[in-house]
Every structure is written in C-alpha cells, then in structure tokens.
C-alpha cells in the first residue's frame, strides 16, 4: 500500500462512519419536513452532484498527495452534508438523504486514486 494514501484511508473511514453515527443518533425525531418538495431534491442533487464532480473530474487530475487532501475532505464533507439535511430539514425522507450520503461517501475510497510515489 502506498503510504501516502494512509491518511486518505483515515480521512475516508472517519466520514462513512459518521454517516452512519450521525443518521443512528439524530435521527428519529419529528417527521415534518421543514422545507417545501423542489428545495429538498435541490439539497439532494446539489451536494451531491458537486461531490462527485470533485471525485470524478477534479482528483484524477491531480498527482500530489498535499494537493489530493482538501478536495478529498471538501468532497466527502458535501456528501456527508446530506445526512443534516434529512435529519433536520426534511426528516421524512431522511432515510433516502442517509443513503445517497453513504453512496457519496463511498466512491471516495481511496483504491482508485492514483498518487506518484516518492522514491
């Protein structure tokens, strides 16, 4: 394993995980949505969408693990932003804000992200 994508793995095991925490613990509560029908698809495929442009289009291009390391966090941080809005702002479907959450979290697994070696 490439030592430099160490932090990548931690960095990416924190957020799933807190996907998971965050959903178990602040879920549950009251089941009216705060926010009218077209805002809450609008919080859904806004983060979402911008998370995996990061992940698809802007990381590949980048060989530098110090370059790699704050698109990383600011990816998964959308994703995971998902699980806030479901818990707080539309709590009826937060069920469908934690999945898409996890999926967005996922796909930043590190296996796939190409880093240089420093030999």
């Known amino acids: 394993m490439n030592p430099q994508k160490l932090p990548l793995w931690i960095l990416w095991f924190g957020f799933l995980s807190s996907v998971f925490f ?14 009218a029908g077209i805002v809450a698809v609008v919080l859904l495929v806004g983060p979402i969408s911008a998370s995996t442009l990061i992940r698809w289009i802007i990381i590949p291009k980048m060989r530098d693990a110090q370059a790699v390391i704050p698109f990383f966090v600011i990816g998964m941080a959308l994703a995971e932003s998902l699980v806030m809005f479901g818990c ?32």
């Open 88 to 119: 707080f702002l539309v709590p009826s479907k937060q069920s469908i804000f934690a999945v898409v959450a996890a999926l967005g979290v996922i796909q930043y697994i590190p296996i796939f992200i190409k880093l240089q070696s420093k030999d």
């Open 22 to 35: 965050l959903n178990a613990f602040l879920g549950g509560g009251e089941k009216s949505d705060s926010i």
